[in-house]
């Protein structure tokens, strides 16, 4: 008696066990190969021009097997959702770009572990690369910046693709082992607990954001008005029409836009229309949103609550720079410890306490324990400085001791 083929098409990968499934009813019996406790996640997606985000193939793997989930043949995966919401812990690298289209396909796992987070958390390199060869000394094979700009949505998939892909999960289960131990033995499992949750609480946030323009900061008030305005404008357009804005407009081209305003639509198309074609057809909107903000109908300010003195700026910079302090000492990228951008947000609401500082900066409890101490020392000290330069200079408005 000959036993059942298994489900999907074998392809070629060197020492691992590869399946590609395009068949909905094949979905389920392929998960039998990768039936394991802990099982490594991965998508390949297809917006690079694109809005939203968008899955193409989906790779569930463990040690020496992989099964590769066409996603743009299958809609809908009940039966992964079900696989995942079994006590299993899926594994993912980098999970904030991987959960949102899951999720678009049905997929929205009980437990889940982030082998790039734990490695931030313990000051570790992030790519995976080179988390996998340091750790577990293995290498991945292949051509990592061609494959990341590749045509996943292309069928047949080639068995080079399908090597890479594979291999960005096979090793995930080994790895998340090796990190789990080490957040342990550092004391910090708690530190990577809470940023998981909060990494996924945001999950599907718009976090897109005007003042991220590089060069934004230079700008003049009535510059960075133009900007926010045609920003917006061209946010609206890219979501209705499912396009990356970079693609529709390019963010340098929003800041010539905002430093030169067109005078009229038709140099508006010129100016951009070179290398955005699909321009014209938005280019309505756009100019009516530059000359709404150019006769002052939006305000850059709106919302952000006041002009930033060289006192806030002074203040921010220690801020930074202690932040930077405690990071370094720690082993961490300051970034983690908190973001530059939010300290601007507890310099705006005047905190009265270092404890008040950070939570208006949006910090989790552990940074907050190390942070509001050494915080508070800066932030205080920064307000005194300020106050006896005032008195020096015979200020009316400051306080004398």
Not at 216 to 222: E, F, K, Q, V
């Amino acid at each position: 008696m000959t036993e059942p083929s298994s489900p999907g098409i074998t392809i070629p990968a060197g020492d691992l066990e590869v399946r590609f499934v395009d068949q909905p009813e094949d979905v389920s019996p392929s998960l039998t190969n990768v039936d394991a406790e802990v099982v490594g996640v991965d998508v390949e997606r297809a917006d690079a021009h694109r809005y939203f985000r968008r899955a193409a193939l989906i790779q569930v793997g463990v040690e020496g097997r992989c099964v590769l989930l066409d996603a743009v043949a299958i809609e809908r995966f009940p039966e992964v959702d079900g696989f995942f919401n079994s006590d299993r812990l899926m594994v993912l690298h980098a999970l904030q770009n991987d959960l949102e289209p899951l999720q678009g396909r049905g997929i929205s796992p009980e437990r889940v572990a982030d082998t790039a987070l734990a490695a931030t958390v313990l000051g570790l390199p992030t790519g995976l690369g080179s988390l996998l060869e340091d750790l577990l000394g293995v290498h991945l094979d292949g051509d990592k910046s061609a494959y990341q700009r590749a045509d996943w949505e292309a069928r047949p998939i080639e068995p080079g693709m399908a090597a890479y892909a594979a291999g960005d999960v096979v090793h995930l289960p080994a790895l998340w082992a090796e990190l789990s131990a080490r957040l342990d033995d550092a004391g910090r499992t708690h530190w990577y607990e809470q940023e998981l949750a909060a990494t996924i609480e945001q999950t599907g946030e718009d976090t897109r954001d005007w003042s991220r323009v590089k060069g934004s900061g230079r700008m003049s008030d009535r510059q960075r008005t133009i900007l926010r305005a045609v920003w917006e404008a061209r946010e609206r357009a890219a979501r209705e029409h499912d396009i990356a804005p970079n693609r529709l407009l390019h963010d340098d081209v929003l800041r010539d836009l905002a430093t030169d305003p067109p005078a009229t639509e038709a140099q508006l198309v010129r100016r951009s229309q070179r290398r955005r074609p699909q321009l014209r057809e938005h280019a309505p909107d756009l100019f009516a949103a530059i000359e709404a903000a150019r006769d002052g109908e939006v305000d850059v300010r709106s919302g952000e609550g006041r002009r930033w003195s060289d006192r806030d700026r002074a203040l921010h910079d220690a801020l930074r720079k202690r932040r930077a302090e405690v990071a370094e000492d720690l082993g961490l990228d300051a970034g983690i410890l908190c973001p530059s951008r939010a300290l601007w947000n507890a310099i705006a609401a005047e905190p009265e306490d270092g404890h008040e500082l950070c939570e208006l900066a949006g910090m989790r409890p552990w940074q907050v324990d190390l942070l509001a101490d050494p915080l508070w020392e800066v932030y205080t000290t920064q307000g005194d400085d300020e106050a006896e330069d005032s008195s020096d200079r015979g200020d009316p408005d400051a306080t004398s001791t």
